[in-house]
């Protein structure tokens, strides 16, 4: 039997409410059924996720005890038959060309390893929402609108597509087994970038992701990031904005005032081209975010030096 081209990798965790509609977009895409296949990754579900995913005849249910997504991940791409792997997440509504997208690109760029898409929401959210807040945060380096003068430092995992044989087989690059915080897509990556392969920014590959709705869904968010900062970031000297990161506690409390002030900027200037209006009426909860994003840094700090000492 013929293999496919793209092969589509979903690790999963208790995704029983959203993930029938991931894969019913996905059993609708452009492409022919006979160009992609789909994989999902079950992490230990408690959840009734194997069982919405068992009802699609056409997706190979895989299972694993929990060992996290970047352990998720590498157990698909083991098992993938494509040429390509598209990694997306179980919370994500996709655009019927998705797939198309990233092969095409590929197919017609044999140079570039991966390539990243951009991420909308999945229906128009209101100003002043702690949704839309959340969502100019999260996505603010991979909206349609983002423009790269120079190739991406990273692309986040939720729609990001490889050349198997370049990535793995070549280069042997996998995502970061047992990682205690995310962050793995940074490191995977870094490493791509450190062997020479080239990465792009796709803005017409969409997909839509669910953010959080409430302040303390987004501030816990937040916080969340800036605590695996230290451990990933923090542990790359040649990364952007790795020295907003030392790994004593003490200077990181002079860091922390630029943290809050640069990331706020960040994401401002970001969306500035595309949705001026929302998102500087949107900066008193973007700043709040930060400031969460920053005691989360501190405390990630202090995480790290007890663990290495």
């Given at each position: 039997?013929?293999?496919p081209e793209l092969t589509v990798v979903i690790p999963c965790f208790n995704a029983g409410k959203l993930i029938t509609r991931l894969l019913e977009q996905l059993s609708q895409q452009t492409l022919s059924p006979d160009q992609y296949e789909i994989i999902v990754i079950d992490d230990g579900s408690t959840d009734d996720t194997t069982q919405r995913v068992a009802a699609f005849n056409h997706v190979t249910l895989l299972t694993q005890d929990r060992g996290g997504p970047g352990t998720a991940r590498n157990f698909g791409v083991e098992r993938a038959r494509g040429k390509l792997v598209l990694f997306v997440d179980s919370d994500l509504e996709v655009?019927?060309?998705?797939?198309e997208r990233h092969l095409?690109?590929?197919?017609?760029?044999?140079?570039?390893a991966a390539t990243g898409g951009s991420v909308e929401p999945p229906r128009k959210l209101p100003i002043f929402s702690w949704v839309l807040a959340d969502h100019f945060s999260s996505w603010f380096n991979v909206h349609p609108g983002t423009v790269y003068k120079d190739e991406p430092e990273y692309l986040p995992s939720l729609n990001l597509c490889i050349k198997k044989d370049i990535i793995v087989d070549q280069h042997h690059i996998a995502f970061p087994a047992g990682l205690k915080h995310t962050g793995e897509d940074v490191l995977y990556c870094?490493?791509?970038?450190?062997?020479?392969?080239k990465l792009r920014f796709l803005p017409e590959a969409i997909v839509r992701h669910h953010d959080r709705e409430t302040m303390k869904g987004h501030?816990?968010?937040?916080y969340r990031w800036g605590h695996h900062a230290p451990f990933v970031r923090g542990s790359l000297p040649n990364l952007k904005y790795g020295f907003l990161f030392p790994k004593s506690p003490f200077l990181i409390l002079f860091t922390t005032p630029l943290i809050v002030a640069g990331y706020t900027w960040l994401i401002w200037k970001s969306w500035?081209?595309?949705?001026?209006f929302a998102v500087t009426l949107s900066l008193p909860q973007i700043l709040l975010g930060?400031?969460?994003?920053?005691?989360?840094?501190?405390?990630?700090?202090?995480?790290r030096k007890r663990d290495a000492d």
């Open positions: 039997m013929t293999p655009a019927e060309d998705l797939l095409k690109f590929h197919n017609a760029n044999p140079d570039i870094h490493e791509m970038r450190e062997q020479g392969l501030l816990h968010h937040m500035l081209g595309s949705r001026p930060r400031l969460a994003y920053a005691w989360g840094a501190v405390k990630g700090t202090v995480a």
